[in-house]
């Protein structure tokens, strides 16, 4: 039984995100994702701008061995930006159910034919591969949905897809669902986007491949509208246990997440399982004396096929408030040298909380009086973590420091007091122009100055075979 994914978190993902990402942020989340071996890739809606299709095809020329899809309404429209964008696939969706009827005016199933037909026509015309997806089927009439499907099929749909929209199917329907299909359409491959809305994306996802299903939709950190969809990297991990798709030595799922997580700004759960920090520690004394005998005590899967690694810790007293008021400490040498140019008049102050995840580290820099303008900017060394700025200035309600800061090369001029926030891998760099004050340099997050604070010792138990 051979499982082929299609990894939509540039698609499913991408549009539930707040923020838009940039060309250079979605080449790097292409590659990555990439890296996990996925069968397609599943990206953006062509029709949305000319940037969409620039980036489209920069991925289809930087990564031409995994092909590529673009989402797509049932519209020629549509399918005119898709061809123009150079990809392999697209993925034509409609809604036929009542839902569809309220929402569009003059609705009816004859003219959504209609649309999907002259939609498949065009793209089968210019060599793309179709997927086509009834959104929202589990809420569709089954004989509706059959009858859209074959019509899809006899123009030359490569692939129908399930669209479980709402996240409220259970793997007893979806197993119902399937047999119907494959009794109907037994030759066509078809794939299956389930939502999470109930928690059971993954367990439907699993009862579709038992069903026959080949081909699964899912995103890494399961990234998508409202609850997401079926996790990548969970799926991956699934079908190593089940020994349907073994992981290689070059995949790593827990690297592929944080990356995402990252870059999009939606950091995953500690618990989160395959993936979260906590999947594969140990706390409980019990536990922990039994894996340091048998490493298989209480661990599933070896957990550096995943990138992760078994831990084992021994639980902090609880905090009281006392932990969490701290009269900052100056730095010693030591962690002075961990900040950029080591100046005089700079120092940095951790704080001792107890709490890892609301460690900060502070930089304090004096602005001494500056007459004429700093002739260059000074960088900040780039860190792995994000960093909130504040400049004051010496005068009455911190006024009086002009600086230029320059961000992502883009230079803007300001007046104390200001703030600026940089995000993790973007270049900032500042130059006082005229006056005297304070920089104070917040780190967020607590990867890099971890060893600052006060955790409980991890334990690591070396699980390779
Ligand atoms: C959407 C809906 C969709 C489409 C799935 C597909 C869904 O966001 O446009 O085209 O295969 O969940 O129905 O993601
Ligand atoms: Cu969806």
Redesign the pocket.
Known sequence: MKVNIVDATLR?GK?SLQRTLSNKEILNLAEKIISLGVDQLEVGHASISKNEVRVLRAIKSNFPDTPLMT?SRAFVHDVTQAIEANVDWI?I?ISTNDYARFRITNFSVEKAIECVSKSIELAKANNLKV?F?I??SSRTDPDLLLRMYRNAIRLGADRI?L?D?LGILEPKDVEKTIRLLKANYANIPL?V?F?NDRGLAMANTLQAIESGAEWI?TSVNGI??RSGITDTCLLLANLHYKKIRPLTGKINLKEVSDFVAHITQLPIDAHRPVVGKKAFLHVADLHVKAMKKNKASYNWINPEVLGQQTECIQKLPPIKPSDLVCKPQLTSDIILRHINNNRDNKYAMFDKTQMPDIAINCEIETIPFVFNPEKQFKFLSPQNKDAYIIFAGKAEHLEGLSCEIMLDGEVFLLESPFSVFVPYGVECGYRILSGAGICIRNNVMNEYNAHSIKKPEVIRINTAD
């Open positions: 499913e549009q989402h993925g969706f997927r997806t959104e929202d897809c669209a929209t794939e986007h939502h939709s998508g509208e």
